[in-house]
């Protein structure tokens, strides 16, 4: 049995391949629909049988059914959330990742691929300004980049300032600072020190304030930027953030999770000005950079204060330390021991078309961010922009609308495959909320949305 299911089978290889070509050949891709779960185990029930189906049924069932139940996250429509908009060269390299079976834990297991994602850490380091000596890993998402990188800045500070293990420690965010910091300060015993927002922007002079007005400042051992929050795209003041780090000896963690692919768009570059100076930084290429799920670049600044805390000691990985094996150890830089190679799609994606490409994809996003607002102030008198939009998300209300007419009205635009738009909250109201990413999206689709609202 074994033998068999490890076999070469032409006739399964040609199924799956057929349906991959299919779905990478769908333009657009079709938005599909919210799951029924009655139905979804109807179609599962009895699968997991002791002898196994015949692989056209089972790729039936797949087609047919669960993909149908999955709203595409890659659809020129899906404008929710943050939506996913990889490259065809990237979706096809993962399947060579997964083909090749690639461990990228260590050095000694899978040089080639680690020199390769390497050079896409070089490559982001540079656009960001970090020194020669910057590097890290790809995560798995923002949420495990931001754990693994404060767990470094809590480590050293208790380091460098000898401080007992039990010490209290805080680290400053804002209201605006996504929600994986806030768990992983749940996770790492770590409290916050919440700095009001000036515009929803986090800045130097209110982290400053905060700390004058401390009781406990020399509790608070780092602080956390957005470039680019999740909701409206905004940019916290990196370079006051930065000043003040330095002043008060603190981590400077930089989460550019969605935002950070800003740093390849040359009309928004200045924003990011003093992301040069982070100790930590993340950016999530599935987000922005057009690779498929699930691809985080995390980078430290000195990747030895990550390697000090990260490097996992178990005598059986004795071997990847030895001096004869003395490479890049990716399991050294996060949480994490096995790694899929997952910064390889991008690295191929990124060699095939030349950094210009993404440029000019991601500033597709930007404008059409841009030539929304305008469109919206231009010929939609019940609409109203709620913010101008830095980089690629829109926040905008219809007048007159309360929270359920919002939701109302976005379920009745994913049943007619029109957009998949959701609701967010602003300030305390419900609000609409574009976030643009897609460059396929266009300005047809988004009239066609705006005109339902009238
Ligand atoms: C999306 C996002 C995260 C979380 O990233 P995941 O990849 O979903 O884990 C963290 N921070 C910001 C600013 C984000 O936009």
């Given at each position: 049995?074994?033998?068999?299911?490890?076999?070469?089978?032409?006739?399964?290889?040609?199924?799956?391949?057929?349906?991959?070509?299919?779905?990478?050949?769908?333009?657009?891709?079709?938005?599909?629909?919210?799951?029924?779960?009655?139905?979804?185990?109807?179609?599962?029930?009895?699968?997991?049988?002791?002898?196994?189906?015949?692989?056209?049924?089972?790729?039936?069932?797949?087609?047919?059914?669960?993909?149908?139940?999955?709203?595409?996250?890659?659809?020129?429509?899906?404008?929710?959330?943050?939506?996913?908009?990889?490259?065809?060269?990237?979706?096809?390299f993962?399947?060579v990742v997964?083909?090749a079976?690639l461990?990228g834990?260590?050095?000694?297991?899978a040089a080639g691929a680690i020199a390769a994602e390497n050079q896409v850490l070089r490559l982001?380091?540079?656009?960001?300004?970090?020194?020669?000596?910057?590097?890290?890993?790809f995560?798995?998402?923002?949420?495990?980049?931001?754990?693994?990188?404060?767990?470094?800045?809590?480590?050293?500070?208790?380091?460098?300032?000898?401080?007992?293990?039990?010490?209290?420690?805080?680290?400053?965010?804002?209201?605006?600072?996504?929600?994986?910091?806030?768990?992983?300060?749940?996770?790492?015993?770590?409290?916050?020190?919440?700095?009001?927002?000036?515009?929803?922007?986090?800045?130097?002079?209110?982290?400053?304030?905060?700390?004058?007005?401390?009781?406990?400042?020399?509790?608070?051992?780092?602080?956390?930027?957005?470039?680019?929050?999740?909701?409206?795209?905004?940019?916290?003041?990196?370079?006051?953030?930065?000043?003040?780090?330095?002043?008060?000896?603190?981590?400077?963690?930089?989460?550019?999770?969605?935002?950070?692919?800003?740093?390849?768009?040359?009309?928004?570059?200045?924003?990011?000005?003093?992301?040069?100076?982070?100790?930590?930084?993340?950016?999530?290429?599935?987000?922005?950079?057009?690779?498929?799920?699930?691809?985080?670049?995390?980078?430290?600044?000195?990747?030895?204060?990550?390697?000090?805390?990260?490097?996992?000691?178990?005598?059986?990985?004795?071997?990847?330390?030895?001096?004869?094996?003395?490479?890049w150890?990716p399991?050294?830089?996060?949480?994490?021991?096995?790694?899929?190679a997952r910064g390889l799609p991008l690295w191929f994606s990124l060699a095939?078309?030349?950094?210009?490409?993404?440029?000019?994809?991601?500033?597709?996003?930007?404008?059409?961010?841009?030539?929304?607002?305008?469109?919206?102030?231009?010929?939609?008198?019940?609409?109203?922009?709620?913010?101008?939009?830095?980089?690629?998300?829109?926040?905008?209300?219809?007048?007159?609308?309360?929270?359920?007419?919002?939701?109302?009205?976005?379920?009745?635009?994913?049943?007619?495959?029109?957009?998949?738009?959701?609701?967010?909250?602003?300030?305390?109201?419900?609000?609409?909320?574009?976030?643009?990413?897609?460059?396929?999206?266009?300005?047809?689709?988004?009239?066609?949305?705006?005109?339902?609202?009238?």
């Amino acid at each position: 049995m074994t033998q068999s299911m490890h076999r070469y089978d032409a006739r399964t290889v040609d199924l799956v391949f057929d349906y991959m070509r299919e779905r990478l050949q769908y333009d657009p891709v079709p938005l599909d629909h919210p799951g029924d779960g009655e139905r979804l185990s109807g179609a599962l029930d009895g699968l997991l049988n002791a002898v196994g189906n015949d692989p056209a049924d089972v790729l039936k069932l797949y087609d047919h059914e669960l993909s149908r139940a999955v709203i595409s996250a890659d659809s020129p429509r899906y404008l929710s959330f943050i939506p996913c908009a990889p490259t065809k060269a990237a979706l096809l390299f993962d399947m060579v990742v997964s083909c090749a079976s690639l461990q990228g834990i260590s050095w000694l297991e899978a040089a080639g691929a680690i020199a390769a994602e390497n050079q896409v850490l070089r490559l982001i380091s540079d656009r960001a300004g970090l020194p020669d000596t910057a590097g890290g890993c790809f995560v798995s998402g923002g949420s495990a980049g931001n754990l693994s990188a404060l767990v470094v800045a809590r480590d050293t500070a208790r380091h460098r300032r000898g401080l007992a293990p039990g010490a209290r420690l805080r680290i400053a965010v804002s209201d605006q600072t996504h929600s994986s910091v806030t768990n992983t300060l749940n996770i790492i015993g770590v409290d916050k020190l919440l700095v009001p927002t000036t515009g929803h922007r986090l800045t130097g002079a209110a982290l400053r304030a905060a700390l004058e007005a401390d009781g406990d400042p020399g509790s608070v051992i780092g602080v956390v930027g957005t470039a680019g929050t999740t909701n409206a795209g905004i940019v916290d003041d990196l370079a006051g953030l930065a000043e003040v780090a330095r002043a008060h000896d603190l981590w400077f963690h930089v989460d550019g999770a969605y935002g950070g692919a800003g740093l390849f768009a040359p009309s928004v570059r200045a924003k990011y000005d003093g992301i040069e100076h982070a100790d930590s930084f993340v950016v999530d290429p599935h987000k922005w950079l057009f690779a498929p799920f699930d691809c985080a670049a995390l980078i430290y600044r000195r990747p030895w204060l990550a390697k000090g805390v990260h490097t996992q000691d178990a005598s059986y990985l004795d071997v990847l330390h030895t001096d004869d094996n003395d490479g890049w150890n990716p399991t050294d830089y996060a949480y994490h021991l096995t790694r899929r190679a997952r910064g390889l799609p991008l690295w191929f994606s990124l060699a095939v078309h030349g950094t210009d490409a993404y440029s000019a994809a991601v500033e597709a996003g930007i404008a059409l961010a841009a030539d929304t607002a305008a469109l919206i102030r231009a010929e939609y008198p019940e609409l109203e922009v709620v913010r101008d939009p830095e980089l690629s998300c829109l926040v905008y209300r219809r007048r007159g609308w309360a929270a359920q007419d919002y939701y109302a009205w976005s379920q009745r635009l994913l049943a007619e495959q029109t957009g998949f738009v959701t609701p967010t909250g602003w300030e305390g109201e419900v609000v609409a909320r574009f976030a643009f990413l897609h460059p396929g999206t266009t300005m047809d689709m988004v009239r066609e949305i705006l005109d339902t609202m009238r």
